[in-house]
Each structure stands twice: as structure tokens, then as C-alpha cells.
């Protein structure tokens, strides 16, 4: 044992830290918790909104999945776009307008041109293949400030 090592005896007298805090002791820290819990209530503020704002199109979701006929379907398409956009811009389209209509607003639908026409003509025709889930994927992708 090495002499020059205190002895347990010797240390007793030794007086310790107390213990670190786990809470922040500047202003600075303070300021950055405020900022931080601001910017979660904005996200949280947007997201309720953007929730809100789309409550049309999952109703109309809901609604595309009790449809049965293709003419539910159409119909169906036809008030989801009243609810995105003025009646003015969308009541009166019909045929090849209305196929234009859905391919400009959902491009992210992919929508290729035969099925847009297929879509359009839902109601009176025989639709092709795909045509009800590319309907439903234009409801999910549209979008109104198209």
C-alpha cells in the first residue's frame, strides 16, 4: 500500500458537491422551451385545420365505399368537386370537360386521358376497368387550389 494515499480515517472530513441539476439554470433555456413549445402548438393548430379542411373528402370516401353503381359513383365525384370548388367552375362541366377537369386538378392521380373519359362517362356508360379506384384516388389527390 502506497504511504502517501490517505487513509478511509483521513477522508472523513472530505464535504461533497451537491448534487447537478436536471433543470436548465439560464434564461436562455427558458426562451428556447417557450419557442419550442409554440412552434409545437402552430403544428398542432395547422394539422387540426388541414383536418378539418379535408372532412369533405373523407366523407366522400366513406360514401365511395358503400356506392355500388357506377352512376353512385359519378354522382359522387360530381359533389366532391362541388365541395372543392365554386359551383360555378364545376356544376356546368360535362362529357370531355369534365374528363379535363379531373386531370388538371389531380396529377398526382395519375389519370391518363382514356380514363379520365371513362370516369366522365361513368354514369351513362360501361366504365372501364380501374375506373372506381382511379375515382377514389382522385378524391384523395385533388387538389382544390388546382
Known sequence: MN??????????????PP?????????????LF???????????????RHWRRNAYRRQAL?????AEAPAEV????KRT??????????????GS????????TAPRARLDAAMAEGIARMAYATPPDGARDAAARW????????
Open 3 to 16: 504511504p502517501a494515499a490517505p487513509s478511509r480515517e483521513a477522508m472523513h472530513g472530505l464535504i461533497l
Open 139 to 146: 378524391i384523395r389527390f385533388h387538389d382544390p387550389r388546382a
Open 81 to 94: 368537386a362541388l365541395a372543392a370548388w365554386p359551383r360555378a367552375d364545376v356544376a356546368a362541366l360535362a
Open 19 to 31: 448534487p447537478v441539476s436536471f433543470w436548465p439554470g439560464t434564461t436562455a433555456w427558458y426562451v
Open 34 to 48: 417557450a419557442m419550442i413549445g409554440l412552434l409545437a402548438l402552430l403544428l398542432c393548430w395547422r394539422c387540426w
Open 97 to 104: 370537360d369534365w374528363a379535363a377537369f379531373l386531370r388538371r
Open 62 to 66: 366513406r360514401e365511395w365505399r358503400a
Open 74 to 77: 359519378a354522382a359522387l365525384l
